[in-house]
């Protein structure tokens, strides 16, 4: 295990005098948060245009999804630290754990408390949503244990990127739907597209950004093995895709600024070195999902 103490490392240092809570929202990554709440709002928005919704129905599925998300990110911190991942040459955002400013113990049972509230609030879900709900539940929380776990962690395996688009578009959004008692029909399935896609992109600017670290650690990523070039190429295609699939969904000029904002991250990507400038674009990326979503939310008032 690799921890750096807060006297060896500058950014440890300066972090260290941060207040404890703020550090464990570091811990969090609440800055793209938005990832796992977008998915529950654009399913809670499909239920309106038709059969409608529900507001407490809405706000467990939030909780629930977040909690998931808080807690992978959290047990991801932990376990990283513990397999010498995240050493102190990382260029991402800085994990507190393997910078010795929170115990991983610790962490550890603040991700297990976070699983916990996701599973009171599914277990509610379930009980209204039945078997369907449950089992996107059970699936959705066994993803975030062993996305750092287990003999085989998936967060360095090179399928990442697809189980984003389906836990965080396809079966968010269609879950969400079902929840509320919309009918399947293929806008959900084209709207867990778009927001999956974005989700994905957000990933593999990640590990684009942590090739040579995850490299040595024995990963092998999507962007590890689509290299530098390819990488890139596929970030762009990512958002553009998600990008066209919105305007499927809702050809309006509602769209124009998630589409500004697509093309700037597509150029910015294609420009960046692998270093700790890319960092400023993930929660752009997360943005840029959420103004997809918000065009085709606007798309009926704005384009009648």
């Given at each position: 295990m690799i921890l750096t103490s807060a006297s060896s490392n500058p950014v440890a240092e300066r972090l260290a005098r941060l207040p404890r809570p703020l550090l464990w929202v570091i811990a969090a990554r609440l800055k793209t948060l938005s990832l796992?709440?977008?998915?529950?709002?654009?399913?809670?928005w499909l239920a309106a245009q038709g059969s409608g919704w529900r507001w407490d129905l809405a706000l467990a599925a939030m909780l629930a999804a977040g909690a998931i998300q808080i807690g992978t990110n959290l047990w991801n911190d932990a376990a990283d630290a513990a397999r010498g991942v995240d050493g102190p040459d990382r260029l991402g955002p800085p994990?507190?754990?393997?910078?010795?400013?929170?115990?991983?113990?610790?962490?550890?049972?603040?991700?297990?408390?976070?699983?916990?509230v996701a599973a009171v609030s599914g277990a509610w879900l379930a009980l209204v949503g039945g078997w369907p709900i449950l089992l996107i539940g059970v699936l959705s929380l066994m993803l975030g244990y062993f996305y750092s776990m287990g003999p085989w962690p998936m967060s360095g395996l090179p399928f990442g990127e697809l189980l984003v688009i389906a836990f965080f578009g396809l079966i968010a959004v269609a879950g969400t739907a079902f929840l509320h008692g919309a009918a399947l029909a293929p806008r959900v399935g084209l709207m867990g597209l778009m927001v999956g896609f974005p989700a994905a992109?957000?990933?593999?600017?990640?590990?684009?950004?942590?090739?040579?670290?995850?490299?040595?650690a024995g990963r092998r990523t999507l962007a590890i093995l689509l290299g530098v070039t390819g990488a890139?190429?596929?970030?762009?295609?990512?958002?553009s895709v998600a990008l066209g699939l919105a305007w499927r969904l809702a050809p309006c000029v509602s769209l124009l600024p998630a589409a500004l904002l697509v093309g700037g991250l597509a150029w910015a990507m294609a420009r960046t070195p692998v270093c700790v400038a890319?960092?400023?674009?993930?929660?752009l990326t997360a943005a840029a999902q959420m103004a997809l979503l918000a065009g085709v939310v606007a798309a009926p008032w704005i384009c009648p």
């Open positions: 796992s709440q977008v998915p529950v709002l654009a399913g809670t994990r507190l754990t393997a910078l010795g400013l929170l115990d991983g113990a610790k962490v550890r049972r603040a991700a297990a408390l976070a699983f916990g992109a957000v990933l593999l600017l990640n590990n684009h950004r942590d090739r040579v670290t995850d490299s040595l890139r190429v596929l970030y762009g295609v990512l958002l890319l960092n400023r674009l993930l929660a």
